[in-house]
């Protein structure tokens, strides 16, 4: 028989409901306030502090940012880097996480140091863009990419996840004939799908929000990510100088208060709509990967 819960259990659960009910709300309050100011006239955003529902719509911010195919173009970007960035990372992830996992790897120890290590000390802007540079990768794709191919944060919670995989399985794989890139494209990359849909969007999130380096090395604005071009689109309506050649004369902005609202929409709407697919692995991946060290 299920035991019947105390009265101070159930002021607890009470409590303890409404106060994360209260944080959820907290939490969500900002991004309505966001999404319904992106959508507002401006009358109606300077004479309301806080805008939850609008009475009045208008689309004149958005029109504004997708006015020509610059912003269609600049979203094409971000996604080309995120899916092929995010493939490539986690391919270069994967293959050195299960090669550190192998507790037979000689010179393990010294690698994970040398992994660590960069974690607290890194060689710092100028050598990173004189590398970029030596490398004639400036005003390309690759200059967004390759630098940040492999986090090391990201591959310590992955070597750590497949470090859980239980041993007996790699050698039961062994006995049936495979080899090491048999054993990790059919047992552990299918046991670790949890950890891999978490460290994916951790990497496509970088990706999509890349700004620094794309400014940093991109010189072309046709090349621009979404997001250089959204923080030109801000310092334009903010009255401000900003590049804009691209968009031609016609780009006449309106209210800087709304187009802040509208980017923050734009930006952010496209990582929201992927979040929902990986939600269900993303909690487990996070704290498997982190138990063990």
Wanted: aromatic content about 14%; proline content about 4%.
């Amino acid at each position: 028989m299920l035991q019947e819960k105390s009265i101070g259990n159930r002021l607890f659960e009470i409590f303890n409901y409404t106060a994360l009910a209260v944080f959820a709300l907290l939490t969500f309050l900002p991004f309505v306030h966001v999404i319904a100011g992106s959508f507002a006239t401006i009358e109606e955003v300077l004479t309301k502090k806080f805008l939850l529902f609008p009475t009045k719509f208008s689309l004149d911010a958005y029109r504004y940012i997708f006015s020509t195919n610059v912003m269609f173009k600049a979203l094409a970007v971000s996604a080309g880097i995120t899916v092929i960035g995010t493939v490539l990372s986690m391919w270069l992830t994967a293959m050195m996480a299960y090669g550190l996992s192998r507790r037979d790897l000689d010179g393990r120890r010294t690698l994970m140091f040398l992994i660590v290590f960069t974690m607290m000390f890194s060689g710092g802007i100028i050598p990173t863009f004189l590398v970029v540079k030596w490398l004639g990768l400036l005003d390309t794709y690759a200059a967004m990419i390759v630098p940040s191919a492999i986090s090391a944060f990201n591959l310590i919670i992955l070597r750590n996840f497949f470090q859980n995989i239980p041993d007996g399985l790699e050698e039961s794989a062994k006995i049936d004939g495979c080899n090491d890139f048999g054993i990790l494209f059919r047992i552990v990359l299918p046991l670790s799908m949890p950890a891999i849909a978490t460290i994916s969007l951790f990497y496509a999130v970088s990706y999509w929000n890349m700004f620094f380096q794309a400014v940093l090395y991109i010189n072309n604005a046709a090349k621009w990510p979404v997001q250089v071009l959204l923080r030109q689109i801000v310092i334009v309506a903010s009255g401000l100088q900003g590049d804009l050649s691209e968009m031609g004369s016609e780009f006449v902005p309106p209210p800087e208060h709304t187009i802040k609202m509208a980017v923050i929409v734009v930006a952010t709407i496209p990582i929201l709509l992927v979040y929902p697919f990986l939600q269900k692995h993303f909690v487990k991946g996070a704290l498997l990967g982190s138990v063990k060290g």
